[in-house]
């Protein structure tokens, strides 16, 4: 299978390589407009050609695949361009930069009987795969909330704030391990130094009391990478900043009941038990996700991560700017 690139800055590189080194594709045409980009692409892939041209990539006939791995604004353009010429399409997060640019590339691609896969790369993880593991054998119990907190300094961004830059990853790992549809997004945030939002926060309600939580942040002192996710019978941790226990099982909770003697009387109490790491596989997230899309494509089969998923998310930031508009009111899904 004949892999395209479009895009050969930050994350360029690793899509490439990982694309590349698979036993049944190979990159043969990298884009970027940048013409420096071709010393670095040379040095490790000699063989590999390269454009400043990204439309030599999605008019190619010898391209069966064109990997988009651009600022979010140009992704529903290049994308449309690669259907409309036959291409399959590996999408950088966030899928597009409108729910409406989003639903119009779903619709081509099923028309055109093409795959999309969203670059969710964390979905691909050992930890993730092991909490959505967890939840879905109700080792947890019912779900009560999902708290997410990704800060660090920087990298500034100028086309897009910190919601569309950092929540994806939270909102595509929430989407993928709460089952339920959310039903309305409040968001609140901040600008500082460049005229976008560089703190912010993000709450998803969810049917049956479920509540979800996102902090991003550009301005932190530290970096922080943790998630909880709290449910009836146990509690999880998952701090991906860990090397060894990245995830850390809790059995702790709280029961309440009414003192029949007196109903306005609640009984309150708590169970603290054994605390255990599970084994996580240890996986390079980005092959196995590109490797499962090749797959995905040579049997003809939907990827969990396709354009709907990437639309779910893409619906939640949409509404999460229109929350932080209007300073904080609730935006129905």
């Not at 479009?6 to 990982?18: A, E, F, K, S």
């Not at 909770?253 to 054994?274: C, E, F, I, K, W």
Request: glycine fraction near 6%; include cysteine; proline fraction near 4%.
């Amino acid at each position: 299978m004949r892999i395209g690139v479009i895009g050969y800055g930050y994350w360029g590189p690793n899509i490439v390589r990982n694309f590349h080194t698979l036993d049944n594709t190979e990159v043969i045409l990298v884009a970027d407009r940048n013409p420096n980009c071709e010393m670095r692409l040379k040095k490790t892939f000699p063989s590999i050609g390269f454009t400043t041209n990204e439309n030599d990539v999605l008019t190619s006939p010898n391209i069966d695949v064109v990997a988009v791995v651009t600022p979010v604004w140009t992704h529903h353009e290049l994308a449309k361009k690669a259907l409309e010429n036959g291409k399959h399409v590996f999408v950088e997060k966030p899928f597009t930069y409108s729910v409406a640019q989003a639903e119009e590339l779903i619709e081509l691609a099923d028309r055109k009987n093409l795959k999309i896969m969203v670059d969710h790369t964390f979905l691909f993880t050992g930890a993730v795969r092991k909490i959505k593991d967890l939840v879905d054998k109700r080792e947890l119990g019912d779900l009560y909330y999902y708290d997410a907190l990704r800060v660090n300094l920087g990298l500034f961004q100028h086309d897009v704030n910190v919601i569309w830059d950092l929540a994806p990853h939270d909102l595509s790992i929430m989407d993928y391990v709460i089952a339920d549809k959310p039903e309305a997004v409040v968001a609140t945030g901040e600008k500082h130094l460049n005229g976008v939002e560089d703190v912010a926060f993000i709450t998803v309600y969810f049917p049956k009391r479920v509540i979800a939580h996102v902090n991003v942040n550009w301005l932190s002192p530290v970096k922080v990478r943790t998630t909880l996710i709290g449910g009836e019978k146990k509690m999880l941790v998952w701090n991906d900043l860990e090397v060894d226990e990245k995830i850390r099982i809790y059995d702790k909770g709280v029961s309440m009941s009414t003192n029949p003697a007196n109903l306005h009387q609640l009984l309150v109490s708590y169970r603290s038990g054994d605390m255990w790491a599970p084994q996580v596989e240890q996986v390079e997230a980005l092959r196995a996700e590109t490797s499962y899309f090749v797959k995905c494509i040579e049997e003809n089969k939907n990827p969990f991560n396709d354009g709907a998923a990437g639309l779910r998310v893409v619906r939640i930031l949409e509404a999460a700017n229109r929350s932080i508009r209007s300073r904080g009111e609730a935006v129905t899904l």
